[in-house]
């Protein structure tokens, strides 16, 4: 038991039913605390509590400094009681507020007013020797004695002045109970309580010499935050982790790729509108190199006349505009590269990459010009069709989405094209996450060497990440809001 | 991609059937078109770039058919003999060389057609013409023409009336006055323009630019003249194609011209051969050949032993695996099995990864918080704020806007913006962001980055924190007396790993703290990753 507790009890147990206010008078203690101490021992039952409410007159601030000073009437009755007459411009400089005590006087009909003159009539010289009916209201108030009756009136009126207001008053009443009564028989010592243990204590064995106070182990305590991971990065940690353990080998490679990689590389031809200023980010800085002459050959011929069973675009392909440098648009450059590197004998290969992707994109809350792609590709002579679907599937349950949807889709790098839509049930609608496909030969044939299925995805995440995290605005992952960061939600999966 | 709204009254009289919205959304969207809206009158879908033949009604509608099964197979074009003759001047051949004609007769034209023709025109120059460079298309009323036609040039004071003009403008005025002039001047080279001039002078059009006003179709038109010409020779037959099959199954009559001796259009199909087993072998079906041919008859594709009839419309078959796709889509997406194969492979993290990771970790335990920036930034975050020196940083040609037109070369002052962004939330803000950087020379290098903010920051902390991690990680680090502009002199050290400098920390210049706008002390410290990994 707290000691405020203990001292509200004890004062209980000698006067058995008390206020509030006789309370706090007996035990020298705070409203608050006497409050809390009554409110923790009617949870224990050792005392009951009665309130009642109230409407009560109060004075307001001006109308407490009426009841002191007195009323602007009551001063010009004094003063008109002293000089019998006095010149309209003598009342104004000596009395404050001379406009309301005029107004009250002559209401009350004490004055006459002739020639710029003011004079107290018979009326007024008698009322000038009593107590006006507003300060009777006012001191009745005041002392917080019951106005009569017959005053009724002039209590309206003094509301109507703003000098007092109705207000609700609480009364707290609380009585003793029985359980109350045995408890302090049982006996309660009203000793200093500790409140923090100290090394010494502990040291020195003397905590057994105190008594512990009772912490309320409900009240709030300050927040820590702690150090995290972003929360993208997070979800980021766990899409690797799917890919990995379905046994696939990470990707990495540099933002900047050159057209060849990001583009011709993936059979993109160089009129595709993809290639123009307003969907890509290009670089001003010098020309880069391209890989080695057989391979840029092959890329070549498979844009100008195509592989072996390919018509190719029929068009005469600019080795210079290969060589202009881009922030890479999606990651499927990586698989690229890691196609051309790859020898026979490691197929079947799987891999996946994980990056940042540059769009020339006006921002809004769908779109970012900066935003992470998730890429894969599956190298089996074997592979097809319904693989992709399955590695798909695979992933996106894993995601927490059963339900996908795919849908015929273009793209110049995959014949058999694919669009997947996840369905969210929150949305109660479908998420349209991007592309997949089997690489086109005329990808293949110019990297690997010949035709094999090559499975390949690359698709924006972030929608997804953003419903888990239950944010509707892409801007939020690069927002860095502190305080969001500190607060958010771990990524549970 | 481009958005097309189809007529949905015509689309449905060519379908010849009437459909519920709920059927036609999901078909059209399996067909393989992103379907936008259908409405009380109109159809929007977004066309891939690869089927500009679905650009229109009747296009939509001949593939539509044949997915549903209303009419399979090649659709035949009767193309009548005409007697219409062009001759092409060879001056235009270093212009725009390639050019074909076609004659349509009883074209049932109202205003509707009318606005459906001028938005495929539309949507063809700007997609399968690249914006009318590769191919640009012209329409004329064939009855305000007088044949024989020319195509040849002129020089830039020819004059004649535009469309959208009310007098005779000069070529030279059109290219700098007319709004489509403007527009497409560039795609014209020389002082040679390209012109279609009918037997009695009268101007049919200056190709890619504008027609003339005497020869525009109307709402009374009954026939028309059509031109395409254009740098590219399959692009401009392809284009005509489209109109040609388009205007035919409005139920236009097609003749054919006479063009120095060669008879254009040529709707005929063409051939290419394929292998029923590579079809079955990339979809994971076990399909007939007669399966097979009816897939492929579905999607309006004629099939002869093992050779399949494309249309000459198509613009999108340049494999057999195209026709793979044809299959598939008859097929249906949706009736495809999902399936993971047994194949075993072993997964494998970079090293790179698994070390940014433990690096990462080592920050966390040290109670930061990890932000996430943009690689793109502006030179006032990245060297004035910072008070650096002016220096040349990589810079994007196209930039989205110019907050955004620099790549960062520091992650430090990302954060420090970062902070300045969260001056009403609680301090300490302690953060930390690892990521890629770049040099004017496009060289990219992993850094990691800290900053730390709270009345009592000093440098004591920055160096406590860059010892912890490197303890963590097991690598020994040394710290020597330093300058950076953007740290206080003498608290800035340089950051040395097996005698390599690999970066700095400090205390941040009151100077730059005042650039960032912070009222607080603050420590930084930037270093290169990928030097400890190696």
């Not at chain 2, 000069?170 to 489509?180: D, R, S």
């Not at chain 2, 012109?195 to 200056?206: E, F, H, K, R, T």
């Not at chain 2, 309006?300 to 195209?322: F, K, S």
């Not at chain 2, 420090?416 to 001056?423: D, I, Q, R």
Request: aromatic share 8%; net charge neutral; glycine share 6%.
């Amino acid at each position: 038991m707290h000691d405020n507790e203990k001292q509200v009890i004890t004062s209980l147990e000698k006067k058995k039913k008390q206020s509030l206010e006789e309370l706090i008078e007996s035990t020298k203690l705070n409203r608050d605390a006497v409050s809390t101490a009554l409110a923790n021992l009617a949870d224990q039952a050792y005392v009951s509590i009665e309130e009642k409410t109230s409407e009560e007159l109060v004075l307001t601030s001006e109308g407490s400094m009426y009841a002191n000073q007195g009323l602007p009437e009551r001063q010009a009755l004094d003063l008109l009681a002293k000089t019998k007459e006095i010149a309209m411009n003598d009342f104004k400089s000596k009395i404050d507020n001379d406009a309301i005590a005029l107004t009250w006087l002559r209401k009350a009909g004490y004055v006459d007013i002739k020639d710029g003159k003011v004079s107290l009539n018979a009326v007024g010289q008698k009322a000038s020797k009593e107590k006006l009916a507003h300060e009777q209201v006012l001191s009745a108030v005041m002392g917080k004695k019951p106005l009569p009756e017959k005053l009724a009136t002039e209590a309206a009126e003094i509301i109507k002045r703003r000098l007092a207001e109705v207000k609700t008053q609480k009364h707290v009443t609380a009585s003793i109970t029985k359980q109350g009564l045995e408890l302090v028989k049982r006996g309660i010592s009203v000793e200093k309580e500790v409140g923090q243990l100290t090394p010494q204590m502990v040291v020195t064995g003397d905590w057994k010499n105190h008594k512990f106070r009772i912490y309320d182990v409900s009240a709030s305590a300050k927040p820590i935050y702690p150090g995290r991971r972003h929360f993208l990065n997070q979800a980021i940690e766990y899409v690797r982790k799917i890919w990995l353990e379905m046994g696939f080998k990470e990707m990495q490679g540099p933002l900047i790729q050159s057209s060849f990689w990001n583009f011709d590389a993936l059979f993109t031809p160089q009129s595709h509108p993809a290639r123009e200023m307003h969907d890509t980010l290009f670089l001003d800085a010098k020309k880069m190199n391209l890989p080695e002459l057989g391979l840029v050959k092959r890329v070549r011929e498979a844009h100008e006349i195509g592989t072996r069973d390919s018509l190719g675009w029929s068009y005469i392909w600019d080795q210079e505009e290969a060589k202009k440098p881009v922030l890479r648009t999606h990651t499927t450059a990586l698989s690229a590269q890691t196609l051309a590197r790859l020898r026979k004998e490691e197929w079947p290969a799987k891999y996946f990459a994980l990056g940042r992707v540059f769009r020339n994109e006006t921002v809004d809350w769908t779109h970012l010009f900066e935003f992470d792609q998730v890429e894969g590709i599956v190298v089996d002579e074997n592979a097809n069709f319904k693989h992709l679907l399955g590695y798909l599937k695979e992933f996106y349950s894993k995601m927490g989405y059963n339900n996908i949807r795919i849908r015929p889709a273009f793209f110049p790098y995959t014949e058999m094209s694919l669009e997947v839509d996840v369905y969210s049930p929150k949305k109660q609608g479908y998420i349209e996450l991007g592309g997949a496909g089997i690489f086109r030969p005329e990808v293949v044939e110019p990297l690997l060497g010949e035709d094999v299925p090559v499975l390949a995805w690359g698709q924006g995440f972030g929608r997804i990440i953003m419903e888990y995290y239950q944010m509707n605005d892409l801007r939020e992952q690069n927002k860095n809001d502190v305080q969001k960061l500190r607060e958010l939600r771990q990524w549970m999966m | 991609m481009p958005t097309v709204n189809l007529d949905k009254k015509r689309f449905l009289k060519y379908l010849d059937r009437d459909y519920d919205d709920e059927f036609l959304k999901e078909r059209i969207a399996m067909l393989g078109t992103d379907l936008d809206s259908i409405t009380e009158t109109e159809i929007i879908v977004e066309a891939f770039p690869n089927r500009p033949d679905l650009l229109s009604e009747a296009g939509m509608a001949r593939a539509l058919r044949g997915f549903i099964g209303i009419e399979t197979g090649l659709p035949a074009y009767d193309i009548k003999k005409g007697n219409w003759k062009v001759s092409v001047d060879h001056k235009v051949k270093k212009i725009r060389e390639h050019a074909v004609c076609a004659v349509a007769k009883n074209v049932n034209i109202d205003s509707a057609y009318l606005k459906s023709l001028m938005q495929i025109q539309e949507k063809l120059h700007v997609t399968h013409s690249r914006n009318r460079k590769m191919a640009s298309i012209g329409m004329y009323d064939l009855d305000t023409i007088k044949f024989p036609i020319k195509y040849t040039t002129v020089q830039h004071d020819f004059k004649f009336t535009p469309l959208e003009a009310t007098k005779e403008m000069t070529v030279k005025q059109i290219l700098k006055e007319h709004p489509k002039g403007k527009d497409y001047a560039h795609l014209l080279v020389g002082d040679e323009y390209p012109m279609w001039i009918d037997a009695q002078g009268q101007v049919l059009s200056m190709p890619p630019i504008i027609n003339s006003a005497e020869t525009a179709i109307t709402e009374k038109t009954k026939n028309l003249f059509i031109d395409v010409t254009g740098l590219d020779g399959k692009v401009v037959d392809q284009a005509m194609s489209i109109i040609v099959a388009l205007l035919h199954d409005h139920g236009a009559t097609i003749e054919q011209v006479n063009i120095n001796g060669a008879i254009t259009p040529n709707m005929a199909p063409w051939e290419m051969k394929f292998d029923y087993k590579y079809i079955n072998k990339f979809l994971g079906l076990d399909l007939t050949d007669k399966e097979i041919k009816k897939h492929l008859e579905r999607m309006r594709i004629g099939v002869r032993g093992d050779m399949a009839v494309v249309p000459a419309y198509r613009t999108d078959i340049l494999h057999p695996r195209d026709l793979m796709e044809e299959v598939a889509i008859s097929y249906g997406y949706e009736n495809f099995e999902a399936e993971i194969p047994n194949v075993s492979t072993v997964g494998e993290e970079q090293p790179a990864t698994v070390f940014q990771r433990k690096l990462a970790e080592a920050c966390v335990g040290l109670g930061l918080l990890e932000c996430l920036s943009f690689h793109l930034s502006n030179e006032g975050v990245l060297i004035e704020k910072m008070d650096r020196e002016p220096r040349p940083l990589l810079k994007v040609t196209n930039p989205v806007n110019k907050d955004y037109d620099t790549i960062r070369d520091l992650l430090m002052p990302g954060l420090l913006k970062v902070l300045s962004e969260n001056k009403h939330h609680e301090l300490p803000q302690k953060l930390f962001e690892q990521g890629t950087v770049v040099d004017e020379k496009m060289n990219e290098v992993t850094s990691l980055a800290i900053v730390s903010s709270h009345a009592t920051a000093g440098y004591d902390e920055a160096r406590s924190m860059v010892e912890a991690i490197f303890r963590s990680l097991g690598k020994p680090v040394a710290f020597t007396q330093d300058t950076k502009p953007y740290f206080m002199p003498g608290r800035t050290a340089q950051i040395a790993y097996q005698g390599e400098h690999i970066g700095y920390c400090g205390e941040i210049h009151p100077k730059v703290l005042n650039n960032f706008g912070l009222e607080n002390p603050a420590i930084g410290i930037e270093f290169n990753v990928d030097r400890l990994l190696k």
